[in-house]
């Protein structure tokens, strides 16, 4: 009878795990519903913005300057609150969270590119890649972290500081830090305003392969229509609202549809 029970409640135990699982692959990456944002004196960012990240895709935020993308991904992104609606990160809905909390939810479910790579000089590239781990007091997976660092290219590099590398290669070892946890998701914040046209399209290609590659969901934000055409999903926003969304955008598509928001 005891050797009963225990199977019983392994399996129970295995039961719940595996419903937990197969729950957590269905709820999308992030969702806002109803987001809006109001700054001091009344100006108005977002404007009941909703919107749903699904998990494995790759989502591009345009928009003319003002228009509220920016203030869009620090709400999605956990790293700013909304004045009203819901927005929640992996299942987790952010605004019933203290600062404590959003802190450890963005450093368990959230990854950040940023145009100017935000590296630590100090630090090696392999330190700067496990950073994110040591900070949340983790043990890097080495066959995760070794496979993640020879797929963004990285392998060669590891012993260099930040200085020591081109930009394009900064902006790898910024992709790999992102990616090192294992995050629901990975906000991208004009990755490519500060490269060239060649590096910035490779970057593109690196992002765009660990969508397909590994199933990664990424946001990105720019102001790039090329850039924004790598994406499955592109939204295009104006006065804070999101006012054209385009399934596999072109870049003349997207162009031609904020330029028409800019001449308006």
Known sequence: MRLSRTR???????DAKSHDT???RHTPAVELAGVTKTYPGGVRALDEVSLTVERGTFVAVMGPSGSGKSTLMHCAAGLDSPTGGRAFIDGTEIGG??????TELR??????VFQS???VPSLTIEDNILLPLRLAGEKPDRAWVSGLIERVGMTGRLAHRPAELSGGQQQRAAIARALVSRPAVVFADE????????????????????????????????????AAARADLAMVMADGRVVETLKAPTAAELAQCVTSLETE
Request: net charge neutral; glycine share 8%.
């Open 8 to 14: 019983n409640r392994n399996t129970q135990n295995h």
């Open 22 to 24: 197969l729950t957590a």
């Open 97 to 102: 969270l203290d600062e404590a909390h959003r």
């Open 107 to 112: 450093r368990r479910s959230v990854g950040f």
């Open 117 to 119: 790579y935000n590296l």
């Open 191 to 226: 990755p490519t305003g500060a490269l060239d046209l060649k590096t910035a399209r490779e970057v593109l290609g690196l992002l765009r392969d660990l969508v397909d590659g590994l199933g990664q969901t990424v946001v990105m934000v720019t102001h790039d229509p090329a």
